[in-house]
């Protein structure tokens, strides 16, 4: 989930990379190790059979699905292939079984024809692993929510609990305006918030940098990570802007609540699909400052740039004196 507040060109250091891309890459853990194991039906070639398998593995673990190529231990969850022929194809099966063997799902990959089959080597297990992985993904995505709604304790069935550290890295007053603002804004997602890290079923840690900028501006990354009860990161929400260099180094202001706002929707969705729900959160009511209208033509569509910080107020000028009658 990423919400590039205003994203504009190449990013320089230490904006390098492509946090986007990297937010996007929400984890949905399955089971904590899927043991592939290796193909041994006869209606897939030798070649594809020998190859299968160690492929397969590699395009889940590319989607964040911890997956290996190996004979299943009896502690693990396993994914057996299987194929059958229809209509002059090779039609791929995939069946998902827990430690205990029992089938908990399955799904079929794209028919290959017969002719294919018969000409191709060792590739044609690319090709199948390619179009599998994120079927498998999904599917086993669904039978964790579905034994997440079967277990009354689970975070499906009942509110995530949720701490948010103190940010870090922000100048002036923003590491304790931005953690106060989110603060607030996540309590309106749902969410039971604490004031300790200890029993919370999810973290999240904001990190922010700037950087100098030609003509007197600065780039400001806000980076919030989520993680779960165990340490490991779930997802990121990224936010980027440009803005007049030294503006933000004594009070946030109206930045703060802004910020705040965008970045409690992303991080509740996060954490909405981590706990199995596949609904967006319901929208917060509160009210939040109309942004600034937006700089640069640069700007991605349909974000919110930072407002300006608050400046402030001018001082009057002195008032002309009377003067008294007869004077």
Not at 13 to 38: I, Y
Not at 85 to 108: L, S, Y
Not at 145 to 162: E, H, V
Not at 230 to 259: M, T
Request: aromatic share 4%.
């Amino acid at each position: 989930m990423c919400l590039g507040l205003a994203a504009c060109g190449d990013l320089p250091t230490p904006f390098k990379g492509n946090p986007g891309a990297t937010a996007m890459r929400l984890a949905q853990p399955p089971p904590p190790l899927l043991a592939v194991v290796p193909a041994v039906d006869p209606a897939l070639p030798a070649p594809v059979r020998a190859a299968l398998g160690g492929l397969l593995a590699a395009e889940l673990q590319k989607i964040d699905v911890p997956a290996q190529a190996k004979v299943a231990q009896k502690t693990e969850w396993h994914l057996v292939t299987r194929a059958e022929h229809r209509d002059g194809a090779v039609v791929p099966i995939f069946i998902v079984r827990d430690p205990a063997g029992a089938d908990q799902g399955m799904i079929e990959g794209t028919p290959v024809p017969d002719a294919v089959v018969a000409t191709s080597g060792a590739d044609l297990g690319g090709t199948i692993a390619l179009d599998a992985a994120p079927k498998v993904s999904a599917l086993l995505t669904n039978i964790r929510i579905g034994r997440d709604k079967a277990d009354p304790t689970s975070l499906y069935n009942r509110p995530a609990k949720a701490f948010v550290a103190e940010v870090t890295g922000a100048p002036g007053d923003g590491n304790q305006a931005l953690t106060r603002q989110l603060r607030a804004r996540l309590d309106g997602y749902g969410l039971v918030l604490q004031p300790a890290s200890a029993g919370a079923d999810f973290e999240v840690r904001g990190d922010v940098s700037l950087a100098p900028e030609p003509k007197g501006r600065q780039r400001i990354e806000i980076v919030w990570t989520v993680l779960n009860g165990k340490g490991d990161e779930r997802g990121k929400v990224v936010q980027l802007n440009e803005i007049p260099a030294g503006s933000l180094d004594h009070y946030w202001g109206d930045v703060a609540v802004v910020v705040g706002a965008e970045a409690a929707g992303g991080i509740a969705d996060v954490i909405a699909k981590q706990s199995g729900r596949t609904n967006a959160p319901v929208q917060a009511a509160a009210e939040t400052p109309a942004a600034a209208p937006a700089e640069s033509p640069a700007e991605v569509a349909g974000t919110e740039p930072l407002p300006e910080p608050p400046r402030p107020p001018a001082t009057p000028p002195p008032r002309p004196k009377k003067k008294r009658a007869g004077g």
